[in-house]
């Protein structure tokens, strides 16, 4: 009797709002958690692009996520953890991060979701959802290997998401 030996990845994306295209992908091994990628997917877009925000669940609320976004000039729209303490602020980002947790209690955080827009965050898992539609399971066996064939499916995606969004000005 053969045992495979199953390893899960995590497939970590950022996707641009306007053009729901993924602009940046990391893919790790299980044992890495979300909040540590956050800096390498914004490092893949380019330091000239503008970024105005950044829409990320709650196990983003870390010190070096939101001071990575504030470095790039964007918002965080990261819900605080449950418990959350205000932050010495000495940052930009720890200052962001508390003005975020003053609004949660001062709104509640039903109301913090529909002001800040976090429900954004929603297309992100659409798109995941999407992904996952193109195959759950990889089939290289290689790490390096892998990598190449998620950014096969990711521009397969943005190829569909490109021919599948209508233009809304006149073409010149």
């Given at each position: 009797?053969?045992?495979?030996?199953?390893?899960?990845?995590?497939?970590?994306?950022?996707?641009?709002?306007?053009?729901?295209?993924?602009?940046?992908?990391?893919?790790?091994?299980?044992?890495?958690?979300?909040?540590?990628?956050?800096?390498?997917?914004?490092?893949?877009?380019?330091?000239?692009?503008?970024?105005?925000?950044?829409?990320?669940?709650?196990?983003?609320?870390?010190?070096?996520?939101?001071?990575?976004?504030?470095?790039?000039?964007?918002?965080?729209?990261?819900?605080?953890?449950?418990?959350?303490?205000?932050?010495?602020?000495?940052?930009?980002?720890?200052?962001?991060?508390?003005?975020?947790?003053?609004a949660?209690?001062h709104l509640?955080?039903?109301?913090?979701?529909?002001?800040?827009?976090?429900?954004?965050?929603?297309?992100?898992?659409?798109?995941?959802?999407?992904?996952?539609?193109?195959?759950?399971?990889?089939?290289?066996?290689?790490?390096?290997?892998?990598?190449?064939?998620?950014?096969?499916?990711?521009?397969?995606?943005?190829?569909?998401?490109?021919?599948?969004?209508?233009?809304?000005?006149?073409?010149?």
């Amino acid at each position: 009797m053969a045992v495979r030996n199953i390893v899960w990845r995590k497939l970590h994306i950022a996707v641009d709002e306007g053009s729901l295209e993924i602009r940046a992908v990391e893919m790790t091994g299980n044992e890495i958690g979300d909040a540590p990628v956050l800096p390498m997917l914004l490092e893949q877009i380019p330091q000239d692009e503008d970024i105005a925000s950044v829409t990320a669940d709650g196990t983003y609320d870390t010190r070096r996520s939101h001071d990575t976004i504030a470095e790039r000039g964007a918002q965080g729209i990261i819900p605080p953890r449950k418990n959350a303490k205000t932050w010495c602020p000495t940052s930009a980002g720890a200052i962001a991060r508390n003005e975020t947790l003053r609004a949660c209690r001062h709104l509640g955080r039903a109301i913090w979701r529909r002001w800040s827009g976090y429900h954004r965050r929603s297309r992100v898992e659409t798109k995941m959802h999407r992904i996952k539609l193109l195959g759950q399971r990889l089939t290289a066996r290689d790490f390096d290997r892998q990598i190449t064939e998620v950014h096969v499916r990711i521009s397969v995606l943005n190829r569909f998401t490109a021919l599948g969004i209508p233009l809304t000005h006149p073409v010149a």
